[in-house]
Every structure is written in C-alpha cells, then in structure tokens.
C-alpha cells in the first residue's frame, strides 16, 4: 500500500505543475474568446466570425497598448488616468498596489529586483530569505541614526504574500542565488526541486 502511494503521490507532483499551468492559460484564452469573441460577433456578424479570433484581438490589443505606452502622448494620458485612480478611496489602494507590483516586470534592468539577501534578525541565529526592493530610504533614513535602512521583502512559503521589512543594511548578507531561485526556494519552503 506505502508503494501506491509513493507512486500516486509522484504522479501528482509531475502533472499538477504543468495541469494548474495549461489550466491558468486556457482560463486566459477562454476569458478572452467569451469577452472579446462575442464583442467580434457583434460588429462582424456570426457568419464572418472564426473561433480563436477573440483570443487574437486579445493578444494585439496587449502588443498595441503596449507600443502605445512607448509614445509620449498616451504616457501622458495614462498619467492623468492614474493621478484620477489615485483620488478614489479605496480604488486607489487596489490600483496603485496592483500597478506596483506588475511594473516590477517591466522595469529597466537597473530598476529591478535582482539582490537576493539573508535578513539577520536582532541577536538571534534566525535568517531569512529576502529581496532588496529599495535600497535607498531616504525619508526615512532622515529620522533614523545609524545605519541606513533598506526595504527588503520576504516571500512566505506555500502562498502568495509576504512581508516588507525596513532593516539596517549591516544585517544583510548578499546571496548569489537569482531572483527566480530565491522564490522558488520560498514558495516551496525549501523543498529540493528536480532541477536542483
């Protein structure tokens, strides 16, 4: 019974990733098709329309907001939609943070997160994985004497979240681990991975 099981239990550690993978792309391209597909049937008829072609207006609809947020006048047209956003109470809570967070990925190689770190707490052997994500603090760094501060996050295991610590930079210890690897050695509370 103790070898069905081993045996199960591999066979669930070798498809979820890639069954949750091809399930979390075919809910994007089936959310694009049932939204832009029946947007499609409306303006060029049931006749004309061929299935997939939502999912192909979704996709240059993506390539062309992006070529359009590299001309000078729609960047300044999405900075007065974000300046409004950000009058809105709690929109701008949700906005603001998921537009943070999405611009991490698309930032210029010298704004991005790429210093993974062990954070040492107090006088404890206790060490956490985090990243640096600013280096400088220098509103805060005016009321702290001392060493100067560093905002580091620290992933939490088997979930998304995390925390965002100020620390001295004299409690960090730089790693030579990549960005992808510290979050892979957090997401899975440092189990070994097959490509270990």
Not at 126 to 154: C, F, H, K, N
């Amino acid at each position: 019974m103790k070898t069905i099981g081993k045996l199960a239990l591999s066979g669930l550690v070798t498809l979820l990733p890639v069954a949750l993978t091809l399930y979390i792309i075919w809910w994007l391209g089936s959310g694009a098709e049932a939204l832009l597909g029946g947007f499609l049937r409306k303006v060029i008829g049931e006749d004309l329309y061929v299935p997939g072609a939502g999912l192909v207006l979704g996709l240059g609809l993506l390539i062309g907001v992006g070529f359009l947020m590299r001309a000078v006048l729609a960047r300044k047209v999405a900075a007065a939609v974000d300046r409004l956003v950000e009058r809105i109470p709690l929109v701008k809570t949700v906005y603001g943070s998921l537009r943070d967070l999405l611009s991490l990925f698309s930032k210029k190689p010298q704004e991005r997160i790429d210093r993974v770190v062990l954070v040492t707490f107090a006088d404890t052997r206790l060490r956490m994985l985090g990243l640096v994500t600013r280096s400088e603090m220098p509103e805060i760094d005016a009321g702290v004497q001392g060493d100067p501060v560093v905002a580091v996050y620290i992933p939490m295991s088997y979930g998304v979240g995390g925390y965002t610590v100020l620390v001295p930079s004299s409690t960090l210890t730089p790693l030579s681990m990549s960005v992808e690897e510290a979050l892979r050695f957090a997401i899975t509370a440092g189990a070994p991975s097959k490509s270990a």
